[in-house]
């Protein structure tokens, strides 16, 4: 496990944290398609939070994205580097998951994220954020659809509708398990929505969440608890 301190220069206010955002956002890249499901590494990051000890714990699971087996884990523990703001969360989030990103000895691949991207209100949600600090492809994958609205898809599993910020898709709705709720899938970085919903559908085979997210949020939360015992 990685021990992270909060970095240098950190945005410490709402003001500072959205010029960040302005000025990350213009570098994110949506021209490409991404690598193809079912092929090479996918990663899923994940975090969990202990308010009242002041503790965030990160976590990074390699998948082989043909067979869904675990090859490699990381974890990374620190301090919540940013207070609660809707809509600025990947400032509690980043050092420690970049820590534990960074601890993996193989390459991450693909990058899931348990959040946003493109369907973002700043349209920079935290898969575009790391996406554009990494230069690695990343999408979300989220649960809830912020601040959006999208028509049900259909009842079958890969159905899938808009998910819409006035006339712009910003994401989709999609449904991993028949008749099961949808999942919002955006893109982060380096990846296009098609894919990323095509990943998505890769990563569920028995569940509604990707298997990614699954195991990065089980692997942060032990970690958590370890790290809270301990402190």
């Known amino acids: 496990m990685t021990t992270v ?15 960040v955002q302005d000025e990350l956002r213009g570098r994110v890249l949506l021209d490409e398609v991404g690598p193809p499901p ?6 899923g990051v994940d975090v969990a939070y202990d308010d009242e000890r ?9 998948l082989d994205a043909g067979t869904l087996e675990v090859v490699e884990e990381a974890t990374a523990v620190g301090r919540i580097s940013f207070p609660y703001v809707p809509g600025l969360l990947a400032f509690r989030e980043i050092p420690t998951v970049l820590a534990a990103l960074g601890a993996l ?17 700043r349209r920079f949600g935290l898969a575009s954020h790391l996406g554009v600090l990494t230069g690695l492809p990343t999408i979300g994958v989220a649960k809830n659809p912020f601040t959006f609205t999208h028509h049900d898809p259909g009842a079958a599993r890969g159905s899938a509708s808009p ?12 449904r991993t398990r028949d008749a099961v709720k949808p999942v919002f899938v955006s893109v982060g970085h380096r990846a296009g929505l098609d ?6 559908l890769a990563l569920t085979p028995a569940y509604r969440l990707p298997e990614t997210t699954r195991r990065a949020d089980a692997l942060c939360r032990r ?4 790290a809270t015992i301990r402190h």
């Open 54 to 62: 002041d503790v965030v714990a990160a976590a990074a699971v390699v």
């Open 195 to 200: 894919n990323a919903c095509a990943h998505t």
């Open 105 to 121: 000895a193989c390459p991450p691949g693909l990058v899931v994220c348990d959040g946003y991207g493109l369907a973002h209100p």
């Open 5 to 19: 301190s909060i970095p240098a220069g950190w945005p410490a206010t709402e003001e500072e944290a959205r010029a």
């Open 223 to 226: 970690a958590l608890q370890e």
């Open 163 to 174: 998910l819409l910020a006035g006339s712009e898709e910003v994401g989709r709705a999609l």
């Open 38 to 43: 079912g092929t090479g590494y996918v990663t």
